[in-house]
């Protein structure tokens, strides 16, 4: 069975090798987060445009200043004016944080350092040539790429963007993914249901996830598991770029989508994969024709925790590829376990827990109240802080994988690797922090 690092690379191999023409459209800046960049973004000007004093002070000659140099305020610019004045030896204008340099000036000396009685200003202390100056074109130059094609824009690139002009970048088109729950016993979320159903969650949280790993979720509903509603449902579902549906691969007598992929020609790449939960995960795709592109399956389990666990390993990387970027890597970071461990060995365990990073978590624990309730710090007096400390990992009690309200109330997923059966109280794990 594949170990899920061999999945994942299997996934991402697969479905880099399908020939995609990417898909471009040109969107409002303000839409344009979690995008990828279809094309380089450019500077249209120098930045800063003009020499910008970042401070509050005055505009000097640097070769005048000396501790109790006295200086005549000729003047005053703020942000936004142009610099029509210029100093001479002997002299200074009062000048704001944004507001451009003057002619003959080559600093400016911060008010603070300053003493003003009329217009006779008296500093203490010198000043060296260009503080608090930030030079034209120091940050960008007019005709240099700011952000590259195949760039994610977060919302420092917003910034970037607009300050350059960008107000209608072109981005690429979001993978369409088509999300489809099976199970005869699930009925929609907002429902009543009766005494043996089920709402759908994964369905709202495969959406979410789908939105979150910047890809647009179309929502199929949910299947029955008979072979004709899977069938015909699954056909709609392969218009999309990606189908992820959910239930219906274990090995009970209704755990039809196997069969019913089988039927759409799908290869399928593998069937299991060695974790827990999420073991029966499938992948599979069903080859194009010179008119329809190769699509890429993925059949999650029911259980809803081991439905987001295998989104996030093996559809995340995915979506990234079909978004037309390098599939991002798993943000796994090593913690401290703070209780003994022990699970089946064989398999990779993803288990709910709480992670707190080192001494500001500390800061904010009490004694009484779970972490993931704690949200004030204890107190705001002026105790020394504590030693810097190693994050922590605790697992948090739960019934295994459909219990959802264990991975809500997680933070993160606790890596516990294959060839371990015990891990102490003590040792380093990985961790995999939750997204929001
Ligand atoms: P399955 O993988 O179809 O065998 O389902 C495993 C478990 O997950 C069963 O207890 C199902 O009722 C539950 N389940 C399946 N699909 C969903 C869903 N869309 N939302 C919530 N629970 C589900
Ligand atoms: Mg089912």
């Known amino acids: 069975m594949l170990s899920y690092h061999q999945a994942r690379e299997t996934v991402i191999s697969r479905i880099s090798a399908i020939p995609r023409t990417p898909e471009t459209e040109v969107v409002p800046l303000r839409e344009a987060l979690h995008r990828i960049l ?22 000097v000659r640097s070769a005048d200043t000396h501790a109790g140099a006295q200086l005549k305020c000729i003047g005053e610019l703020k942000a936004g004016d142009p610099p029509t004045i210029s100093v001479a030896p002997g002299t200074c204008v009062q000048i704001m944080t944004g507001a451009p340099l003057p002619d003959g000036a080559d600093a400016v000396i911060m008010i603070e350092h300053t003493q003003r009685n009329a217009d006779t200003i008296t ?4 000043i060296k040539p260009d503080q608090h100056v930030v030079h034209r074109g120091s940050e960008q130059a007019a005709g240099k790429t700011v952000l590259s094609a195949g760039t994610r824009i ?26 489809l729950t099976t199970g005869d016993e699930i009925v929609d979320f907002a429902a009543t249901p009766g005494p043996y159903q089920i709402r759908n969650s994964n369905s709202v949280s495969l959406a979410a996830q789908v939105s979150l790993a910047g890809g647009e979720p179309i929502i199929l509903g949910n299947a029955k598991d008979s072979l004709e509603d899977l069938h015909a449902k699954i056909a ?5 770029d990606v189908l992820v549906l959910s239930g219906g691969v274990s090995m009970g007598k209704y755990d039809l989508v196997e069969p019913v992929i089988k039927e759409f020609g799908a290869e399928m790449i593998f069937d299991a994969v060695a974790i827990r939960p999420g073991k029966p995960v499938v992948f599979a795709i069903c080859q194009g024709t010179f008119e ?48 003994r461990l022990s699970e089946k060995p064989g398999l990779t365990h993803f288990l709910p827990a709480i992670l707190e990073c080192g001494s500001p978590a500390a800061a904010f624990a009490t004694s009484d109240t779970p972490p993931s309730q704690q949200r ?61």
């Open 38 to 59: 279809a094309q380089d973004i450019v500077s249209d000007r120098d930045y800063p445009p003009f020499h910008r004093s970042i401070r509050d002070g005055y505009a």
């Open 292 to 339: 329809t592109q190769a699509k890429p399956v993925f059949g999650l389990p029911g259980n809803p925790v081991s439905a987001m666990v295998t989104f996030e390993l093996f559809v995340r990387p995915a979506i990234d590829i079909l978004s037309g970027t390098d599939p991002r890597s798993l943000p796994l970071i090593e913690a401290v376990l703070t209780q």
């Open 154 to 179: 977060g919302f420092a690139e917003l910034a970037a963007a607009a300050q350059v002009g960008a107000a209608n970048p072109l981005v690429n088109r979001k993978p369409r993914v088509a999300i």
């Open 376 to 436: 004030e710090p204890r107190s705001r007096t002026a105790n020394p802080p504590p030693a810097p400390e190693s994050p922590r990992v605790s697992p948090i009690p739960w019934q295994g994988s459909g219990d959802v309200v264990a991975m809500a109330h997680a933070n993160c997923l606790l890596v516990v690797p294959p060839d371990r059966e015990t891990i102490e109280a003590g040792e380093r794990v990985q961790v995999l922090p939750r997204g929001l």
């Open 123 to 126: 500093l203490d202390r010198a």
């Open 236 to 240: 709609a579902g392969l218009g999309s």
